[in-house]
C-alpha cells in the first residue's frame, strides 16, 4: 500500500516530458538557462508551475529517455566551464545511484520498515502530514502540489523532509514512501539517499535543518512558516550497509539472435553504439515493471522507437513469465535489457538471471563512475573533470 504507484493522474498533462523528443525539445529550450543562470537562480523556488530555472529534466533522465552523457555533452557544448553547477547536480544522481549499487541493503532494509509500518500501523499526525494539514504553510502547499503535480522542486524536498522529521517528528522511512509513490521522477537511489542526508543518516553528524527565514527569502515571500524545530534530533540508525562489490552482470552477445526488453530503467537504448545493430527479434515490455501512467507513456515511447529502429513488432505482456514465452516463441538466444539497477525492476529480474540467460547492458556513464560512489559525494565530485575529459570543468574552483 505504502510504495504503490499513485497513478500519476493528473502528471500526464502536466509539464514532464515522458516521451524522448519531448525531453530533447526540453533540453533544447532549456540550454541556454543551464550555465550562469542556474548557478545564480536554481535554488529560489518559485511554486507550482513556476519551476522555470530548473531543467525539470528528471522524469526524462530517470527513465533514461534521454542520456546524462546527451545532457552533459549538450550543456557543456554551450556554456563550458560556467556549467560546472549544473553537471555537478547532475552527478549528484550518478552517485546516488552509485552509491546505493554499493550498499543494496538499504534499500531492502526500507522496504521492511515501511512495511513494518503498515502492520504495526501509521504513526499519529501521518495523514494530516501527507494530506497537507499540519498548519505549516509552506509544508501543507508542498504536499498539495506533490499530490496534483508529482514534482518538488528540489529545495521544496530538502525543506518538505526535514521538516517531516525534525518538526513533525515522523519516521523518514514513510517520508521516503510518500515522495515515491507520488514523485513523476521517483528513483530508488536519489529518493532514499535524499531523505537519508537529510535526516542525517548519510554523512555521520550533518543533517539538514529547514529553516523559516530562509523559506521566506527563497519562496519570495509566500510562505511565512511557524514553529519548525530549531535543533535536528538525527533518528536512530535501522539500516546497516557495509560497502559491497557493484554488481557484474551478464553482457549481451551482438552476434546472438535477441529478445529486447525494455523497462523504465533504460529506454534509449537505441542510441547505444555497441547495440545498434543487435539482432533482436521482437521488442517486449511487461506491465508488472511499470509504477503508473508515468511509466506506461515512457515504455509505450521507447516501444514504439525501438520497434522502428531494429524493424520488428512490439508488444506488451504482463509479467516475467510471459517474456520468458516470447522468448521461447521467438527461439531467441538472449534477453537483452538496460542494466537495472538496485530497485523493482532489478527485484523483479532477480529471480529471473539464473535461467533465463538475461543479459544486461551498462552505459560507459555508469561503469566509469559508480566506481567512485561508494564513498562521499566529493570522491566522485573530483573525478568530474576527467570522466567528462573536460579541461573547462577542471579550471574553476570546486
Ligand atoms: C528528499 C529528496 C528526494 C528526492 N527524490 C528524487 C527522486 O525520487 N528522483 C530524482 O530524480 N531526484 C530526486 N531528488 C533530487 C532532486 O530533487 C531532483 O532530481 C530535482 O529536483 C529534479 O528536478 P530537475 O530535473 O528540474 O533538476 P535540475 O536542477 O534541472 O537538475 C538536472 C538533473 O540533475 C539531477 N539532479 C539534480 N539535483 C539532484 C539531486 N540533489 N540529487 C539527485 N539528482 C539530482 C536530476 O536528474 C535532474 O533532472 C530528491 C531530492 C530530495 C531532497
New binding site residues.
Partial sequence: MLLSPSGHGPILSFDFPLSRSAALARLAA?LPH?GEA?ARH?NEERGQGQ?HA?????????RRLIS?AE?ADAVLRMHGGLAAK?IG??Y??T??KGWLEQHPSIWEDWRAACDRWVEQGLPEGYSAAVEGRTGIDAFDAWARELRETG????WA??Q??SIWIFTLRLPWEL??AF??RH?V????A??TL??R??AGLHTSGKAYLADAERTRVQTDGRFDPRGLAVTADVPRETCKAELGRIRTPTAPDPHLPSLLLLTPEDLSLETEATLKALDVRRVVACRAHCSGAADLAAVADGLQRGSTHWGVRALWVDDMEAVLAVAQDEGVAQIVTGYAPVGPVADSLAAYREGARIAEHRRAWDVEAWPYCGKGYFALAQHIPALLGSAALESLPA
Wanted: charged share 20%; proline share 2%.
Fill in positions: 532549456f543551464a542556474y536554481r519551476h530548473v531543467s525539470r529534466l528528471s522524469a526524462a533522465l530517470r546524462e545532457v549544473f547536480e547532475l549528484w544522481r552517485y546516488w514534482y518538488l522542486h528540489n524536498r530538502m518538505f523532509a517520508g521516503a515522495t515515491f514523485f521522477d521517483a528513483d530508488p536519489s529518493n535524499s531523505w542526508w537529510v
